[in-house]
């Protein structure tokens, strides 16, 4: 069955592209191992050269599968997973991302938090991220980075780069597409440059409504979007600049209560802002500083009142990179605080603060041509958990301009958040209460993490990466229950539990065939140790596997990608065997755009080609009751688009 429908996915290529083998080629692929990064190490450096795992997807990826919001378009890098509630994460106030099997991952736009410590299920939704057009590239960094990002930054980093037009000119894109299940999508995005005057701007809308899953079952969802974003600019010469950045996102949706079988409609609404401003200053050919301040302001607003938070997060840092002939030193301060703004459900706690000063040092040292060494540590004070080192070390072997192998050990301590402390909750659901405790006691998650990888460019049309990675961590936070009989109670609280060892690799290939084709492939590994009484990998929630394939034709009217992703032995809770007959399944996406005259282009969808039955949210039950939540099925999207 597998080999069959694969088979009938390059077909669908083939059908598709088929008619447009006699028109020239377009450029070739935008990114490879030469790609420049800046995730890794913060400053700018070639991606073969980075010692760390480290995924691009670029902003011509975005425009040819056309993704809707930032969570869409890293689920195929590899050692990413995304518990998607459904249709979209839009709709869903606790879509959780791991890295590498960890929940623990910093995000960033040009460099600034974006996390916030004390949101219910997750540190940041990246689904509300949806100013795609504004997006020059997305890193993802798969594996601590403790130094840089702050020690939270467990499982990796997610830095999202935003445009900066170079050339002295104004374009503008229009886009609208619609499909089935009541999806609509409209766009408008501005970019310019006029002189050393520079900005981008941008706004949208979308509609979604009731969708089926692979069963034909019809789901409660629906939603009304709407999105924003402004950047300006000016450069000051000398590599220097000034940037205000300010993001909108407001929205008002439907889910099931319980689950796909549930017909209750569940209505939410979120209410998030984004303000920054940047300095970043050229001070002479040797010095480099970035200096930043922002604040981030999210709203969950949902029935289950538990849920229901608005959080402030402000931040300040300062960064300063200096740079010798066979040295690099970066170093700099970061300071954040989180607000609890309002906690309808316990108003004592409105107005409750935790605040993380930070001060870091990192310094790679070319030893010889071939080797180099970065040690780093970072101090960090939290006001409610005190004082933590975070130490550093990585070593990388440059046998040549085409390979590249490092080893890393990275620490990191994870404090608990506000929510995770503070939370106590009541709520009937018919002649069963759900009881919902914090816990104050809570200890820091500790732990290190050790990586070894490489790079290696085969020759001018293939390059690939391998990662592998022992993670080691105690006084784990978990969310247990307790069953309380006579008062028919289910009680939810916050511990530390037993420790982690978590044992996995990543690996990735890409290959240009001919000017027209070209494919990669991921395949990602995850081991976490199972708990007591529960199953490996978190109980269940996250694949052993996950395999990435992705076929491309581009040509200069026309380019198509195919992109399939396996998953495999996802076992689900070990309470619940029946997951296991679920925890295997392929899901198939197709992607065409034809530049039909100058600017113009029409471009077409096609998700889930083959209509699977899955969903993604791993520790779900069994399909017939609570806790499932269908992904769509098949589902298809058309749309123009017209720039100018």
């Keep these: 069955m597998m080999n069959r429908k694969f088979s009938a996915a390059l077909l669908a290529v083939f059908a598709l592209t088929g008619s447009a083998f006699s028109v020239e080629a377009a450029d070739g692929p935008v990114y490879s191992l030469e790609g420049i990064v800046v995730t890794a190490s913060r400053v700018p ?94 890193e993802v960094l798969k594996g601590s980075a403790s130094t840089l990002y702050g020690s939270d930054a467990q499982g990796g980093v997610i830095n999202i780069i935003t445009k900066t037009p170079k050339e002295n000119k104004v374009s503008t894109t229009l886009r609208a597409s619609v499909g089935n299940f009541g999806r609509e999508n409209y766009t408008f995005y501005n970019e310019g440059r006029q002189d050393n005057f520079f900005w981008t701007l941008e706004a949208g809308k979308e509609l979604m409504g009731k969708y089926k899953d692979g069963w034909g079952r019809r789901v409660v969802n629906h939603l009304n979007a709407d999105h924003y974003n402004v950047k300006l600019g000016y450069d000051l010469g000398n590599d220097s600049n000034l940037v205000f950045r300010y993001e909108k996102y407001k929205s008002n949706y439907i889910m099931p209560n319980t689950g796909t079988n549930d017909s209750t409609e569940s209505h939410g609404k979120k209410d998030n802002d984004s303000t920054s401003f940047q300095y970043k200053a050229k001070i002479n050919d040797r010095l480099d500083n970035l200096f930043s301040v922002y604040r981030n302001n999210t709203t969950f607003d949902v029935p289950m009142q538990w849920f229901n938070m608005k959080m402030r997060t402000s931040g300040i840092s300062d960064q300063l990179t200096y740079r010798m002939d066979r040295q690099t030193l970066t170093g700099g301060m970061d300071w954040y605080e989180d ?128 990662n592998f990675f022992h993670t080691h961590a105690k006084n784990m936070i978990t969310n247990s229950s307790l069953w309380d009989e006579s008062t028919n109670t289910s009680i939810y609280t916050w511990n530390n539990m037993d420790k982690a060892s978590v044992n996995g690799f990543n690996l990735s290939l890409n290959k240009d065939f001919s000017k027209h084709w070209s494919a990669d492939i991921g395949y990602s590994y995850l081991h976490i140790n199972a708990a007591k009484g529960e199953n490996i990998n978190n109980n269940g929630r996250l694949p052993e596997s996950v395999l990435n394939v992705g076929v491309h034709y581009r040509a200069d009217r026309f380019d198509a990608s195919l992109d399939g992703r396996g998953v495999m032995n996802r076992y689900g809770m070990k309470a619940h065997p029946e997951m296991r007959d679920y925890g295997n399944y392929w899901v198939w996406d197709l992607a065409a755009n034809y530049h039909f005259t100058k600017g113009a282009t029409l471009f077409a969808r096609l998700n889930n080609i083959f209509d699977q039955f899955y ?30």
Excluded: C
């Excluded at 540590?377 to 085409?402: A, C, M, W």
């Excluded at 958040?417 to 009881?435: A, F, H, I, P, R």
């Excluded at 791993?618 to 999207?637: I, K």
């Design 339 to 466: 607000e609890i703004r309002d906690y309808p459900s316990e108003p004592e706690l409105t107005g409750a603060k935790v605040h993380n000063l930070a001060f870091y040092l990192q310094d790679k040292i070319d030893i010889t041509d071939k080797w180099n060494i970065t040690p780093g540590v970072r101090y960090d004070h939290n006001s409610q958990f005190g004082s933590r080192t975070s130490p550093s070390l990585s070593i990388g072997y440059k046998q040549s301009e085409n390979t590249n192998y490092y080893i890393n050990y990275k620490t990191f301590f994870v404090a608990p958040n506000l929510y995770q402390q503070d939370v106590y909750s009541e709520m009937d659901y018919g002649n069963t209460k759900y009881l919902t405790k914090g816990n104050k006691d809570l200890k820091p998650e500790t732990g290190y993490t050790v990586e070894i990888g490489a790079s290696h460019k085969f020759d001018d049309t293939m390059a690939g990466t391998v």
């Design 615 to 644: 969903t993604d949210v791993g520790s779900s039950y069994d399909p017939y009751g609570s806790n499932w939540y269908s992904a769509p099925g098949r589902n298809f999207e058309v749309g123009l688009q017209y720039q100018f």
């Design 45 to 138: 450096e070639k991606k073969i050269d980075s010692n760390a795992d480290v995924s691009v997807v670029t902003s011509k990826e975005i425009a040819e599968k056309h993704y809707d919001d930032v969570s869409e378009a890293i689920r195929h890098v590899p050692g990413v997973n995304i518990a998607s509630h459904g249709m979209s994460g839009q709709t869903s106030n606790s879509d959780q991302i791991y890295i590498n099997g960890s929940k623990n991952v910093v995000v960033l736009v040009d460099g600034m938090r974006q996390n916030s410590n004390g949101n219910t299920l997750q540190n940041v939704d990246l689904s509300s991220l949806t100013n795609m057009d504004a997006i020059d590239h997305i």
